[in-house]
């Protein structure tokens, strides 16, 4: 069985929600999957992984979580995802999505595979969010094959 790694930070729950939606998309799709708060994750679980998805929201202005997802990010930088497929995801509230859309380029940067756009969700994810979020896990399920 194919394993997916998910890896997020959520101050308030709602990027939360959308991992727990991804893992629920990936293991219908039939992966085995970890979701893992970024502070108790390590960088070997995502560089392990047939495929990883990383989720954090908007922050500071516009930039990742600074004491805990950074660090973990620019870990992850130098240790070699060539080729890794990868989704990234989070919430927002009043931006317009360009961390994500600087997220991305910086993970694309490396050399990893992203399987689609980051998904940005609107504050709680609502039904068509959490819809989004399964979808997302399968793509990174199908991608881990
Ligand atoms: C300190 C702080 C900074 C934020 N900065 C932004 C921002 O730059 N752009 C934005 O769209 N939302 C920003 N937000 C809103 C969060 O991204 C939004 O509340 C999100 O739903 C939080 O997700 P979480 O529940 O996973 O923590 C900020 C929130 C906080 C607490």
């Known amino acids: 069985m194919k394993q997916v790694a998910i890896v997020y930070w959520s101050g308030t ?15 219908a799709a039939g992966a085995s999957v970890t979701v893992t708060a970024v502070a108790k994750a390590s960088r070997e679980q995502v560089l392990g992984a047939d495929a990883a998805a990383l989720g954090c929201p908007s922050m500071g202005v516009e930039v990742l979580e600074e ?5 973990f990010v620019q870990a992850l930088e130098g240790a070699g995802l060539q080729g890794k497929p990868l989704a990234l ?9 360009q961390w994500l859309r600087d997220w991305q380029e910086r993970m694309a940067g490396t050399g990893a595979r992203l399987v689609a756009d980051g998904l940005a969700v609107n504050n709680t994810p609502d039904e068509t969010g959490l819809a989004q979020c399964k979808e997302l896990g399968a793509k990174l399920a199908a991608a881990a094959e």
């Open 13 to 27: 729950g709602n990027t939360q929600a959308m991992a727990e939606a991804v893992a629920e998309g990936a293991r």
């Open 67 to 71: 004491s805990e997802m950074e660090p």
């Open 89 to 97: 995801f989070g919430s927002y509230d009043w931006g317009d999505g």
